[in-house]
């Protein structure tokens, strides 16, 4: 397992910017698959979407970075986040684009030579599925 460590700016959309990385990472290094390791930071907007919604839920607030987890693969990015509040209320879900870098998120990324992360779709789910494969 190799390292990735990437320190966002304030105004960088946390989930393009991860997907950007990935993408330069999998073009230098030859990769094709990834997971995060560890995140924190702060937020001043995130859109997670819940289980069973069809749309994400838009949150405008000074928001704190608790936990960031998925897997990053050439077929796209599978992440889900914790975020707390001001008051410490703490919401989660899928991570979707339009979650705004308030301060600073720094992320560690696990970049895995040895696997192949691709997402097919599963008929028995209706959505496109990690399919890892040993390289």
């Known amino acids: 397992m190799q390292v990735h460590v990437l320190r966002l700016q304030p105004g960088d959309d946390l989930r393009l910017s991860l997907e950007a990385a990935f993408a330069e990472l999998a073009k230098s290094k030859g990769i094709a698959a990834a997971c ?3 995140a924190v ?3 001043s907007r995130a859109v997670l979407r819940y289980a069973d919604k ?3 839920s838009d949150i405008n607030a000074a928001l704190e970075l608790l936990m960031l987890s998925g ?3 050439p077929d796209g990015a599978h992440l889900h986040a914790s975020v707390a509040d001001e008051q410490g ?6 991570l ?3 979650c705004i870098v308030r301060t600073t998120a720094e992320v560690v990324i696990a970049l895995l030579p040895g696997w192949e992360f691709r997402r097919e779709l599963d008929a028995a789910t209706g959505f496109n599925e990690l399919q890892p494969r040993p390289r």
């Open 36 to 38: 995060i390791v560890s």
């Open 41 to 43: 930071g702060s937020l």
């Open 54 to 56: 069809p749309s994400g």
């Open 71 to 73: 897997t990053l693969s």
């Open 89 to 94: 209320e703490v919401r989660g879900g899928h």
């Open 96 to 98: 979707l684009p339009g």
